[in-house]
């Protein structure tokens, strides 16, 4: 959340439902004796036997090869300090989920009640034949130095102390490239650190590592600059301690190159920045809020490239860019360690990746049109997919390379295909879609606002900066559920139609004027506005409101009518249709007509297939259409295949860019092998369909409300595609969640259609131009 300050939403996520945020499920069938059997007694003696002939054989027969453990102590958690591993665990099940999301590993978090180095050290070492890896964690200085150390030397599995590398490597990335945009060369800048902890010497260690001179280097703790005459210093600070007759953070600072903050917040002034050289390098890394501000810093000095550790502006140094990817490197040619070598690959895989053109997914994401190489885009963003291929790649040929591997990896090519299949694109596209939406917030009508599980999804928007929210309803009831439920939507519009008389007769002179042909007398318009869906359709009708939500409570026919009335369908549209998309563990699926059309003719089945098409590729995903049926390109004849089977054909003729096909089964649709065997011809034989055209409407719902029940897919919907206007129907009774995820998808309606509309003008001027 952005204000991580509410802290019931925080206690509360952690705390519903299964408490924590982490589990662990079977990987193999449990569903017979038979299975129970080879997953234990008696069948789990014969791979027992086997690890015992050779110990190797734990990695073909155990999941060790994928399991990491993070551990911690509780000394150094995030800003909080020393505050026990109990209270350090939902910050190690975190950094878990992390490893999940980003790169398929998997993780058990232990937190160990110790800060004996000796012991722990001892303990962990035990924990070897259980684990691929080791992740420490949040252990404060100088203890972790000291424990990494050991346990890198007593261990034959890589472990690496993420709060010192990781930030390392991901700043080392960030300086490899500002240092060439701003033409530097790292044998010769001049660079302070202020900061003297696990990452900063860590990074500093780095830097050296590719190139950096230490005679160069000036690093300054809480008391100044650490000098070599500095009374007591100790043997880690000693490492980068100057010669030079230098005391304060502002001596240091005059005719440096580059300044690495892992400090505190506020603590260099814009006197410190001018006193700089030409063409700076700021790294201000201190969370939550930086050295100094991102908006001091880039107003005071036109010419410097400025990194932080926040999200909210350009060169996030964020430690996700790695240790997923480091790990899943090291993990899949069973390293013994992560080294010098496998670091240094990780900077240059990541500093690379930065150049290269960005996937349109990625600008997606950020709301840009061409996110490219230059000041403000120094490394990669945490929603890169290619992270997970390029720098696991060269994690793992680094290990090779150096001697570290057990396991040689000889073709590449098939080794990125399966980097590319580990994790599938439904966490990784619902961050992309909240990133665009976060980029450019719209107005969103909500109709059903005397409702507590929508006035906190109005919170959790408004608090995330998704969207800006209006409350229909009556106010008294509205602010009563507000107070009741310390929620905090102050500053929030709220609207009671029936205190808006004028607003109410423009509405009905404008339904009037459009329904009047159609039954509908004026005296009907004013009393079909006293229903708050005809009212917030309106108001996004006249652009008070750029979307509207509404269907929690009512039912969908009730929801739709007004919608279709008041704002119509888009130009060239004949009829609207309903859209799931599906969040599989494969990835998302997209399923049409699932909520509007009972029984589609052709005509209608080639229209909803179009608006699918079109509504995928606003995804920025590649559309493989299905037309499903019972049979399969003629096995049965029927009145269901033979409309299919039409629908098809016309598609095949008057839409051949589209890729598409039927009518075939469901499993056939999705499994791109049994296809390939049965009906090599299909045009979906490359891959499998990503979205799915139901026959009807009966079938298409029953699908998508199996696979959310026994298949523990996500629905996100129903999207209403085809209306002039955004106008988006939740689920009857939805949850919070997924209310938030409509309103989502609903400003990415909004930002859609206003970028087809700039297009379309675009276009226009150029025509009236060449004429």
């Known amino acids: 959340m952005s204000k991580i300050n509410r802290k019931q939403d925080a206690l509360d996520y952690h705390s519903q ?345 990625v600008n997606m994401a950020y709301n840009e049109k061409n996110i490219k190489f230059g000041k403000d885009y120094i490394i990669p963003k945490p929603v890169d997919l290619r992270l997970m291929t390029n720098v696991s790649s060269a994690v793992a040929k680094a290990a090779i390379d150096s001697g570290v591997a057990r396991k040689i990896i000889t073709d590449w090519d098939a080794y990125t295909e399966e980097l590319k299949t580990r994790l599938g694109m439904d966490d990784a596209i619902m961050r992309a879609i909240t990133n665009k939406a976060k980029s450019d917030p719209k107005r969103v009508v909500f109709t059903e606002a005397d409702n507590y599980k929508i006035l906190k999804a109005a919170q959790i928007v408004k608090d995330d900066n998704i969207a800006i929210p209006i409350l229909l309803g009556n106010r008294a009831i509205i602010e009563q559920i507000i107070e009741e439920n310390a929620l905090e939507l102050e500053g929030v519009e709220i609207i009671d139609p029936m205190l808006e008389p004028e607003r109410m007769k423009k509405y009905a002179e404008s339904l009037y004027q459009k329904r009047q042909r159609r039954g509908v007398t004026l005296f009907e318009a004013n009393k079909f506005l006293r229903d708050r869906n005809y009212f917030g359709a309106s108001m996004v009708e006249f652009g008070e409101a750029d979307a509207m939500i509404s269907g929690l409570t009512k039912n969908y026919v009730s929801t739709i009518k007004p919608a279709l009335q008041v704002i119509g369908t888009a130009p060239g549209v004949n009829r609207v249709a309903g859209m799931y998309m599906m969040m599989t563990k494969k990835g998302p699926v997209f399923f049409g007509d699932t909520t509007v059309n009972v029984d589609p003719t052709v005509e209608e089945l080639v229209d909803i297939t179009l608006l699918l098409d079109d509504a995928v590729r606003k995804f920025n995903i590649q559309p493989r259409i299905a037309l499903l049926s019972y049979s399969n390109f003629g096995s049965n004849e029927g009145v269901v295949p033979e409309k299919v089977r039409k629908a098809v054909k016309i598609l095949h003729e008057n839409h051949p860019e589209i890729i598409v096909d039927g009518e075939m089964q469901g499993n056939f649709a999705i499994n791109n092998a049994l296809l390939k065997d049965n009906f090599p011809f299909s045009s979906l034989v490359d891959a499998p369909a990503n979205t799915l055209v139901f026959p009807n409407l009966e079938s298409g719902n029953i699908a998508y409300k199996l696979l959310q029940e026994l298949g523990g897919a996500e629905a996100v919907g129903p999207i209403l595609l085809g209306l002039n206007k955004p106008v988006h129907i939740v689920q009857l009774g939805s949850s919070v969640r997924e209310i938030v995820n409509m309103v989502t998808l609903a400003v990415l309606d909004v930002q859609s259609k206003e970028q087809e509309a700039l297009a379309k003008k675009g276009s226009l001027l150029k025509r009236i131009i060449k004429k």
């Open 17 to 361: 439902g299964r408490p924590g945020k982490i589990q662990v499920i079977p990987t193999k069938p449990t569903n017979s004796q038979r299975d129970l059997a080879l997953a234990y007694s008696p069948g789990v003696a014969e791979p027992c036997l086997k690890i015992a002939e050779n110990t190797e054989d734990v990695y073909k027969y155990t999941a060790k090869g994928n399991l990491v453990a993070v551990i911690s102590n509780g000394t150094a958690v995030l800003g909080l300090g020393d505050i026990g591993p109990e209270a350090g665990k939902p910050v190690m099940e975190g950094k878990g989920l992390l490893f999940k999301i980003f790169a398929d590993i998997d993780v058990f978090d232990l937190e160990l009640d110790t800060k004996n180095v000796d012991d722990f050290v001892k303990i962990v070492k035990a924990l070897e034949p259980t684990f691929g890896g080791v992740n420490l964690e949040d252990i404060k200085a100088p203890e972790c130095f000291e424990i990494e150390r050991r346990l890198k030397e007593e261990m034959n599995i890589p472990v690496m102390h993420d709060d010192q590398h990781g930030t390392a490597i991901i700043s080392a990335a960030a300086l490899i490239n500002a240092c060439e945009l701003q033409k530097k060369k790292m044998d010769k800048i001049k660079i302070v650190v202020n900061g003297a902890g696990a990452a900063a010497i860590s990074c500093t260690r780095l830097y050296v590592s590719l190139g950096a001179k230490k005679e160069n280097i000036v690093m300054c703790d809480r008391t100044g600059v650490i000098r070599a005459d500095r009374d007591k210093l100790d043997a880690i600070k000693a490492e980068f301690a100057t010669t030079r007759d230098l005391n304060t953070l502002e001596e240091a600072m005059k005719d440096s190159d580059v300044f690495i903050g892992l400090s505190s917040a506020d603590c260099v002034t814009v006197d410190m920045l001018k006193s700089m050289t030409k063409n700076p390098i700021v790294f201000a890394m201190a969370n939550p809020n930086p050295e100094i501000a991102y908006e001091l810093a880039i107003s005071s000095r036109k010419d410097l490239i400025m990194a932080t550790g926040r999200s909210d502006y350009p060169n996030q140094v964020n430690n996700v860019l790695g240790f997923p990817y480091i790990f899943r490197g090291a993990l899949d040619v069973r390293a013994t360690s992560i080294n010098e070598e496998m670091k240094i690959a990780a900077v240059k895989a990541i500093a690379e990746l930065a150049k290269k053109p960005v996937p349109e997914a």
